[in-house]
């Protein structure tokens, strides 16, 4: 009992296989992931910061870094399950709230509680680093999507990943970052050769063009 378990519980995120349950030519766990929007983060606050808005780096990056530790608890469930409505993916918080909460009375020394209880609630908020962190994590589904399409894989659920992360990227449409995303590097992606390209393009400028028109 004790901290030891929280560090023990970390090997556990490598285990944690994203998108369960389908065929997949490359397997994604949770610790990877937490590694890759932390980059991306990272590339973000530095385009906004850029352009002169403030970012406390402390904040995102532990924002970003403990985003999906829940999922110790929980498991990864599949993005077009968990946002299939707004009470789901609210049950969904509430649950993972409860499992963090008990954890880490149980674990962690008292004088330590609250900074983790802060550390390990949900992360995606209104600040900068909260729009962030929804980003760069929705960044990350979307090129674990592009690959899967990429190398043909002929399950129907990547497309509709891919077009869920997208419509939920253009949600931040208001960020620098996320404009300086979808004008330089999401047309680099589409630029790549792979056979079902024209397809994803449709999907994707349909989504742009639909929400340019709203």
């Avoid at 680093?129 to 090129?143: H, P, S, T």
């Avoid at 990547?158 to 931040?172: A, G, H, R, V």
């Amino acid at each position: 009992m004790g901290v030891h378990q929280y560090f023990k519980s970390l090997s556990d995120l490598e285990k944690l296989v994203r998108c369960p349950g389908k065929f997949k030519y490359h397997d994604h766990n949770v610790a990877s992931h937490s590694f890759k929007v932390t980059k991306i983060a990272q590339y973000l606050g530095t385009v906004e910061e850029y352009h002169g808005h403030a970012i406390d780096w402390k904040k995102l990056y532990e924002k970003a870094l403990n985003h999906d530790y829940p999922e110790i608890f929980t498991g990864d469930i599949k993005t077009p399950v968990k946002y299939a409505s707004k009470e789901l993916k609210q049950l969904f918080n509430e649950v993972e709230e409860q499992m963090i909460t008990k954890f880490i009375d149980t674990e962690f020394p008292p004088e330590y509680r609250e900074v983790y209880r802060e550390r390990l609630q949900e992360g995606k908020d209104d600040t900068m680093e909260g729009q962030i962190l929804a980003v760069a994590d929705k960044i990350d589904l979307l090129y674990e999507s592009f690959g899967e399409i990429q190398k043909r894989n002929p399950e129907p659920l990547f497309f509709e990943i891919y077009e869920k992360s997208l419509e939920t990227i253009m949600q931040f449409d208001h960020l620098v970052s996320v404009q300086d995303f979808l004008n330089n590097i999401l047309p680099e992606m589409l630029e790549e050769k792979f056979i079902p390209r024209s397809e994803l393009r449709e999907i994707t400028y349909a989504i742009l063009d639909r929400e340019d028109s709203e």
